[in-house]
């Protein structure tokens, strides 16, 4: 056991971040973990998320209690037309979240399209990796930002483990918290 820095993780962070073709990466105790903690070192009072709808469903809670607590708002949309995620762009907003394929019913987003619609008007991308994996998706190739993931799934393998991890190549990220250590 330790606290602040431990070689199985170092290495497993490292492994992930390989995985995703990122060079940074953080473990998390669960995925919620991991996503809840990306939201919060990227969004501040008074910000605004675009969110495509068919996301994890305790995702779509925490944007809907604990974020609004915070004045973030978030407009959901279906994810299938890159016209909507542009109209409902705010000038607040900071980040667009995707899940692709999403949970349970496994629609997709065209990521490349979105992240460029993003990054055209500065807005980060996120999204949850968990069921395509980087076996079959590596969005941060496509220009997504940062990825997370529910390794509790397919990552784990075996369905013995809770974890989350996120993994970025996006240096500015490390300010967030990031420690020393994700670099790679």
Do not use: C
């Not at 973990?33 to 070192?41: K, R, W």
């Not at 609004?68 to 949309?77: D, G, K, L, P, Q």
């Not at 999204?127 to 784990?156: C, E, R």
């Amino acid at each position: 056991y330790t606290r602040v820095d431990n070689p199985t993780i170092k290495v497993t962070e490292q492994k992930i971040a390989q995985l995703e073709r990122g060079n940074h990466a953080l473990l998390f105790a669960s995925g919620m973990a991991a996503i809840t903690s990306s939201l919060m070192a990227i969004l501040s009072s008074g910000d605004h998320a675009v969110v495509v709808r068919s996301v994890y469903v305790p995702v779509k809670a925490f944007f809907d209690t604990t974020l609004t607590r915070y004045n973030i708002s978030a407009t959901y949309v279906h994810g299938d037309d890159l016209n909507e995620f542009e109209a409902s762009i705010q000038p607040n907003t900071k980040i667009i979240y995707l899940e692709s394929p999403s949970s349970n019913i496994f629609l997709v987003q065209d990521i490349a399209a979105i992240s460029k619609l993003a990054h055209s008007k500065g807005i980060k991308v996120l999204i949850d990796n968990t069921w395509a994996t980087p076996f079959f998706q590596n969005p941060l190739d496509l220009g997504a930002d940062v990825v997370m993931h529910s390794a509790s799934k397919y990552l784990g393998g075996h369905s013995d483990i809770i974890a989350g991890v996120i993994a970025t190549k996006d240096p500015d990220l490390n300010k967030f918290g990031w420690h020393e250590r994700t670099t790679y």
